[in-house]
């Protein structure tokens, strides 16, 4: 998707990659997030700077349903407010002390983070399968060149010569995140394909980013 979709929805990582009691550093338009998924397997997404010190919060760890600062500890719920401090165990922290939260779904394997309100649904990929996600040194012009194809309004690049593999893209600052996705009911050898299609591309996109560097 295109970078200035502040108040539209981001597709910041797979369903795959963030298991229960954990979390994950994850961009959108407006920054990087902590992206965490309670021991219950609630999905939040939370600015990523402790209020207390300033450590990032996806350095952090995930007990339970709350996300701690790795740092002092300061625990945080889904919802942003502070919940525990350890230096202070009797003490109940004022509302004021709080995380900044966006609001995210989780749709078809894919995480979506919207900063700001949306005006629409995150797109509808119910024909699709995630496979896996990668980075691109390139933008996405450079993407569709070595796709052939142009990026769509839903954020998917279909490659030309392998039209049942698309990439749900996304910039973030000079470079590209891609979830590569695939029609339900290939087979695994398919899988495979998809795989090294989409690391192909991505090389080429590369290379073709330094050429206009």
Same mark, same amino acid.
């Given at each position: 998707?295109?970078?200035?979709?502040?108040?539209?929805?981001?597709?910041?990582?797979?369903?795959?990659?963030?298991?229960?009691?954990?979390?994950?550093?994850?961009?959108?338009?407006?920054?990087?997030?902590?992206?965490?998924?309670?021991?219950?397997?609630?999905? @939040?997404?939370?600015?990523?700077?402790?209020?207390?010190?300033?450590?990032?919060?996806?350095?952090?760890?995930?007990?339970?349903?709350?996300?701690?600062?790795?740092?002092?500890?300061?625990?945080?719920?889904?919802?942003?407010?502070?919940?525990?401090?350890?230096?202070?165990?009797? *003490?109940?922290?004022?509302?004021?002390?709080?995380?900044?939260?966006? /609001?995210?779904?989780?749709?078809?394997?894919?995480?979506?983070?919207?900063?700001?309100?949306?005006?629409?649904?995150?797109?509808?990929?119910?024909? *699709?399968?995630?496979?896996?996600?990668?980075?691109?040194?390139?933008?996405?012009?450079?993407?569709?060149?070595?796709?052939?194809?142009?990026?769509?309004?839903?954020?998917?690049?279909?490659?030309?010569?392998?039209?049942?593999?698309?990439?749900?893209?996304?910039?973030?600052?000079?470079?590209?995140?891609?979830?590569?996705?695939?029609? /339900?009911?290939?087979?695994?050898?398919? !899988?495979?394909?998809? @795989? !090294?299609?989409?690391?192909?591309?991505? !090389?080429?996109?590369?290379?073709?980013? /330094?050429?206009?560097?």
């Amino acid at each position: 998707m295109p970078s200035d979709t502040a108040g539209s929805w981001t597709p910041v990582a797979l369903s795959a990659d963030l298991p229960p009691a954990t979390v994950i550093p994850a961009w959108t338009p407006a920054g990087s997030i902590a992206l965490w998924r309670t021991q219950s397997g609630r999905v @939040s997404a939370s600015s990523d700077r402790c209020p207390h010190r300033g450590m990032r919060l996806s350095h952090g760890f995930v007990r339970g349903e709350a996300l701690s600062c790795i740092y002092h500890g300061w625990s945080y719920s889904p919802a942003g407010g502070c919940i525990r401090i350890p230096a202070h165990p009797d *003490l109940v922290p004022p509302e004021t002390i709080r995380v900044a939260v966006h /609001k995210v779904e989780e749709s078809g394997g894919v995480i979506w983070v919207a900063v700001g309100e949306p005006s629409a649904s995150q797109p509808s990929l119910d024909d *699709l399968l995630p496979l896996r996600s990668l980075t691109a040194e390139a933008g996405i012009p450079a993407l569709e060149g070595a796709a052939g194809a142009k990026i769509g309004m839903d954020g998917l690049i279909p490659i030309a010569n392998c039209p049942w593999v698309r990439l749900l893209s996304t910039e973030q600052a000079g470079r590209t995140l891609i979830h590569v996705m695939i029609e /339900k009911d290939r087979s695994p050898a398919d !899988r495979v394909t998809a @795989s !090294r299609v989409a690391e192909a591309v991505r !090389r080429q996109a590369e290379a073709r980013q /330094k050429e206009v560097a």
